[in-house]
């Protein structure tokens, strides 16, 4: 049974391969359908997001991409679009005069530094701390505080399709222990994230990548998280967040696994160019 993925990055922003390699390993594990999602431009320097003069181009070959290869597989045009407090987000100055498919809607910025350059947490662990040192003078809970704040900003002003790895600020967690869980503070921000993407109708992803890249191998959202979102009835969609081709599906069966025994039994995918609800077992979608 088939799998379908709509994280992924490309040559066009941090991926390790160009997009035709990722359509053809898409098509060798027989999925039904596949969404390109590079990182979408901020406006300052960024190693990992796509240049500002590259958008039209990524969009134009995935068009040719679509002609190509359309009767193999359907093809959707998508970015990860960074939400950054003032500044970012689809409906500031975000990419919202182009025609996309879908948005997956992330946080990865969590404040500026006197230089004015922007902290971005998802990096090396001693970057981390030392921006939490230097901005928040290692407080974690206002910086973790901050984090989900944008998410609930994101979630409720650019109404993104998908929200992208929800609990991510938890990714250093093993290093350095900062978050406990399952103390109250943590769990009511959670709890009021949950509320406010319930309301907007966005879906969750499920995101696989600490599977496969970290240890100890880590999903994002962690199984308390997925339980809530379960018990409120929040649509979820897996994703891999793949930078090379071999990746595409890189912990699905032991994710999907994880869901059913927490009472999932569906997906939200993009298919025949409508979200629907999709059943799944730990082989692939039941399609």
């Not at 027989?30 to 181009?57: C, I, R």
């Not at 071999?246 to 912990?251: A, F, H, I």
């Amino acid at each position: 049974m088939p799998w379908i993925n709509y994280h992924s990055h490309s040559l066009y922003c941090d991926g390790k391969a160009s997009p035709e390699e990722f359509i053809r390993q898409a098509i060798a594990e027989g999925f039904p359908a596949y969404g390109y999602s590079s990182h979408a431009p901020v406006p300052f320097a960024s190693k990992w997001n796509m240049a500002a003069d590259k958008l039209a181009e990524y969009l134009a070959e995935i068009g040719r991409i679509k002609k190509a290869y359309g009767d193999k597989i359907q093809v959707y045009a998508g970015l990860e679009i960074d939400y950054i407090e003032g500044i970012r987000g689809r409906r500031f100055s975000g990419p919202d005069n182009i025609s996309l498919d879908f948005a997956i809607g992330s946080v990865h910025y969590i404040g500026q530094f006197p230089d004015q350059s922007y902290f971005c947490f998802d990096g090396q662990p001693e970057a981390f701390f030392n921006g939490i040192e230097l901005l928040y003078r290692n407080d974690f809970r206002k910086a973790i505080t901050a984090y989900f704040q944008s998410v609930m900003h994101m979630t409720e002003f650019d109404q993104p399709d998908i929200i992208g790895h929800l609990d991510k600020i938890k990714m250093h967690n093993s290093t350095r222990a900062y978050l406990d869980e399952s103390e109250k503070w943590y769990t009511d921000l959670v709890e009021e994230t949950l509320e406010i993407i319930l309301q907007q109708d966005c879906i969750v992803e499920v995101n696989t990548r600490g599977l496969y890249k970290h240890n100890p191998p880590m999903l994002y959202p962690g199984i308390s998280i997925l339980k809530r979102i379960f018990q409120k009835n929040i649509p979820i969609i897996l994703n891999s967040d793949a930078h090379q081709p071999g990746e595409l599906s890189l912990g699905f069966s032991h994710a999907a696994e994880l869901l059913l025994d927490i009472g999932f039994r569906s997906f939200r995918v993009l298919l025949d160019d409508r979200w629907q609800d999709i059943a799944f077992d730990q082989k692939g979608l039941l399609i």
